[in-house]
């Protein structure tokens, strides 16, 4: 055999052997991911939170999804007005496990846990992308399941983790694209409709995404026929589910005035404290006495006073790979103003321009919708976290290039520090929902809701 022979016979072998270790580390990832919030959520398991509790755990709504899940024809189901296919989404997998005797709380521990195991899947994969090593790429995602987002909203019955996932999938198919890998429209299709089925708004990050890469008029494609499907199963939804809600109804919109708040300084620090820094390391939270008397938790004062060394230290790291990762996005950005153009200024982005564009025009507008939308910031830290983790990757990125085992030190300092913190506060977010486990009232009796979850 020639040396030219023997060469290509070794690139041939190696090649499907790195494809199978890439495989290998993915499905422990995704294991891993899952194992760990399946056993979070017998800590928060989806009967815990009956009708008179549906607000306490940072503003959730666990009783309401649950309905969508046990009960076809529940009133629930009229949010998807604006969660265009949650009953889909939702609805198949525990019902089916059911079938096979399963327990219906087991079934939808299994669900709850399934969906962002998936998510750290494609997670992992869009940062190998980006150039990580697979160690750092791994360090990173760990903090992403460790993080404030993941122990509070990944672990309960709710759409956040959907969308996480969701937008998780459409990174991942930047980055690809971004690596010259190949991307059809058929997967950008699929990654709208995903995302585009858990939230409207969804839709625009996804389109945002794909057009760094696709362009106008393939974007165009991917939003007409994106809409299509979702709203012909959003039809089809609403024939097994009478009471679903159609998102492209004039009614879809009412209502969600109530969510928006007066812009100010102190809101503005607020959001941008939670979305940048709380999404990986917990604030401090409180109990807050609504006006109907109920009660509670929440972050919305974006503070660590109580973080202790180890959670302040958590929080220092979080902020130097954040802030790294910016600047490394901003120098991109004014080495490509300075380039000379030969008259195509505007010319599409490509590689990893392109992906970073896609990052920091996702976060910005969903920094920009957040603080003018929703009461309870934390909420939305879900829809944030995988684009703040390819800025943290980033800012890796660019600590490595000094001192590949500094940057490596930095994650694993952060994974352990932060993962203290978070639990530690989590657990403390779990007793106090516990103490407040009392009967549900006649006024929460009487909602209109389905029976299962005023049972218990």
């Known amino acids: 055999m020639t040396s030219t022979n023997h060469h290509q016979f070794s690139n041939g072998a190696v090649k499907p052997i790195a494809q199978l270790s890439q495989i290998f580390t993915i499905l422990t990832i995704c294991t891993l991911s899952f194992v760990l919030i399946f056993f979070l959520t017998s800590h928060l398991p989806p009967t815990r939170f009956h009708i008179g509790l549906d607000n306490v755990w940072f503003d959730a709504d666990v009783p309401r999804y649950l309905c969508q899940i046990v009960d076809r024809y529940a009133n629930d189901h009229w949010r998807n007005k604006v969660h265009p296919l949650f009953s889909f989404l939702s609805y198949p997998i525990p019902n089916l496990l059911t079938i096979l005797q399963i327990d219906l709380g087991i079934a939808v521990r299994i669900q709850v846990a399934l969906i962002p195991a998936v998510g750290m899947g494609f997670l992992f994969s869009a940062l190998k992308r980006i150039g990580l090593m697979r160690l750092d790429a791994l360090l990173l995602t760990g903090i992403a399941l460790t993080s404030s987002s993941s122990l509070v909203w990944f672990a309960i019955l709710e759409s956040y983790a959907y969308t996480f996932t969701a937008f998780s999938i459409v990174l991942y198919l930047a980055a690809r694209d971004a690596n010259q890998e190949k991307v059809t429209l058929t997967h950008w299709v699929t990654g709208a409709v995903l995302a585009f089925s858990v939230t409207i708004t969804n839709l625009i990050v996804a389109l945002f995404t794909a057009l760094q890469s696709q362009g106008i008029r393939r974007t165009m494609r991917i939003a007409i026929l994106a809409v299509a ?111 000379p153009h030969d008259g195509a200024f505007f010319a599409r982005a490509t590689g990893q321009d392109a992906l970073r564009l ?29 684009f703040l983790l390819i800025l943290l990757g980033y800012g890796t990125l660019a600590i490595s290039r000094h001192s590949r085992a500094g940057a490596t030190v930095l994650l694993v300092s952060l994974l352990l520090s932060g993962g203290y913190h978070n639990f530690a506060h989590w657990k403390t977010a779990v007793a106090e929902i516990s103490a407040l486990n009392a009967p549900p009232s006649g006024k929460a009796l009487i909602r209109k809701t389905c029976s299962f979850v005023k049972q218990f």
């Open 229 to 339: 499907v979702v709203g012909t199963l959003s039809v089809m939804q609403r024939m097994i589910f009478p009471s679903s809600g159609l998102f492209f109804l004039p009614a879809s919109v009412q209502g969600e005035a109530t969510f928006f708040v007066s812009l100010s300084v102190e809101r503005i620090r607020q959001v941008l404290s939670i979305l940048y820094l709380g999404s990986v390391v917990m604030p401090d939270f409180t109990q807050q006495v609504m006006n109907g008397g109920e009660i509670v938790l929440s972050v919305q004062q974006a503070s660590w006073r109580q973080a202790g060394v180890i959670g302040l230290t958590a929080l220092g790291l979080t902020a130097t790979l954040l802030l790294t990762g910016i600047a490394t996005i901003a120098m991109a950005y004014k080495s490509r103003l300075q380039a």
């Open 358 to 386: 896609s990052v920091t025009g996702s976060v910005t507008f969903l920094t920009v919708l957040h603080i003018i939308y929703g009461q309870e910031t934390f909420v939305y830290v879900g829809s944030v976290l995988p």
